[in-house]
């Protein structure tokens, strides 16, 4: 299974962009990558997703690296309500119709006033 | 439209008790999942359905736990003779398409199990 390797936990001041990276060095070449993110007490929220390209939406945007072995994820303007755990995930399909999200430890994400 | 809705939100039980957490999915989502996330850690997956089949139940910790959705909408995920470590926040998501779509899960709030 591909793993990821995330910093444990970042600071960004409020309206600075906040980029989070991410390694996945052993991931396959028709594996996606996944962010979601988790504020306290609730359940995991997508953020975005890609393959090779990089994507943009209204939440945030995604840079993959050309190789794939990394990505990193772009708030643009962070705000105090986007302090959060950011997960980022490669899913596995693992036969027989099904996948899974593994999910790791994440990033804890404070934007400071 | 509603979110996925989970019930109960919180959960006493005393060790030996058996429990059953339900799952309201997102209506017409294909594939819904459960997972168990404990203090600090994130979310682990546990078992997946697409419709009323259980295609994947690698992750059940053990024989203890059980999970049906019989019509393919509402599931259950059942415990018996809970056990001090089965204590976490067990999280339902849902998914529009199948293993061949791209979709996001949508994850409701969780049920926060305590085993005393």
């Known amino acids: 299974d591909a793993k990821t390797t995330q910093p444990t936990s970042m600071d960004c001041a409020e309206g600075r962009a906040a980029n989070l990276p991410c390694n996945h060095s052993t991931i396959s070449g028709n594996e996606y990558v996944y962010w979601y993110r988790q504020i306290h007490s609730q359940g995991p929220q997508y953020i975005i997703h890609g393959l090779k390209n990089n994507e943009t939406n209204e939440m945030a945007s995604l840079i993959i690296t050309e190789d794939r072995k990394s990505s990193t994820l772009i708030l643009p303007h962070a705000t105090l309500r986007d302090t959060a755990v950011y997960y980022c995930i490669v899913r596995v399909d693992s036969g027989a119709g099904s996948y899974q999200l593994t999910f790791g430890k994440g990033t804890k994400l404070s934007v400071i006033p | 439209g509603a979110g996925v809705s989970q019930s109960p939100r919180y959960k006493v039980a005393k060790r030996g008790q058996d429990v059953a957490l339900r799952c309201d999915p997102i209506?017409?989502?294909?594939?819904l999942f459960w997972y168990q996330q404990a203090l600090g850690q994130g979310p682990e997956f546990l078992t997946y359905?697409?419709?009323?089949?259980?295609?994947?139940k690698s992750g059940l910790p053990s024989d203890r736990f059980f999970a049906e959705r019989p019509e393919g909408s509402v599931s259950t995920l059942k415990i018996q003779r809970t056990q001090q470590e089965d204590s976490a926040v067990y999280l339902c998501?849902?998914?529009?398409?199948?293993?061949?779509?791209?979709?996001?899960?949508?994850f409701g709030p969780g049920t926060r199990l305590t085993v005393t």
């Open positions: 209506s017409g989502h294909v594939s």
């Open positions: 359905f697409q419709n009323e089949a259980q295609l994947d």
């Open positions: 998501a849902s998914s529009l398409f199948g293993v061949q779509g791209e979709g996001e899960q949508y």
